[in-house]
């Protein structure tokens, strides 16, 4: 390899390293509230996401009336719009007046509490998936977001995170 083709390669891997480094920064500076730590630094200096593996089977359910749910539990998540009532729950503890439902989802947290100032975290959590061809769900609370992935694409979807620099517990 010539020495201006390594000189070029060398160069684009400092860029690249330097550019995350500023988006991570930015998207940590978008965190207004004092004690909210959601990144860690690498060697590099360079701020990452913490996400943690929950190890639990989900369904995606939509549901006739909240009669069924098992609020107990320590997942459940409920949506009511216009047009439906969703659910997000326990495989195990779905509840029997289910219109439709899709099992073999698996989930990720993002540790920390989230800052509604916070600007592209699920944008670019995203976007390293899709570039991958793994598809998303997503459930948001007050505090943080849960990533949902299918199950058969699960651990392929935590190496890709992985590889760019998220921590994964």
């Known amino acids: 390899m010539s020495n201006k083709k390594t000189i070029k390669k060398l160069l684009n891997r400092v860029l690249r390293a330097a550019l995350r480094s500023v988006v991570a920064t930015i998207a940590y500076c978008f965190t207004?509230?004092?004690?909210?730590?959601?990144m860690k630094k690498n060697e590099l200096g360079v701020r990452m996401m913490e996400l943690k593996r929950i190890e639990l089977d989900f369904?995606?359910?939509k549901i006739e009336d909240i009669t069924g749910v098992d609020f107990g539990r320590e997942f459940v998540f409920l949506a009511k719009?216009?047009?439906?009532l969703s659910l997000v729950c326990e495989t195990d503890c779905v509840p029997g007046n289910v219109l439709i439902a899709e099992d073999g989802w698996k989930a990720l947290k993002i540790i920390g509490m989230l800052d509604f100032g916070m600007v592209g975290?699920?944008?670019?959590?995203?976007?390293h998936l899709a570039a991958a061809g793994i598809s998303l769900f997503v459930v948001s609370t007050y505090n943080t977001d849960y990533i949902l992935l299918k199950a058969d694409s699960y651990e392929a979807g935590i190496e890709v995170l992985r590889k760019h620099d998220y921590i994964i517990r």
């Open 32 to 38: 207004k509230r004092e004690g909210i730590c959601i």
């Open 59 to 61: 369904t995606v359910c």
């Open 81 to 84: 719009t216009d047009e439906e």
């Open 121 to 127: 975290v699920i944008a670019e959590i995203s976007r």
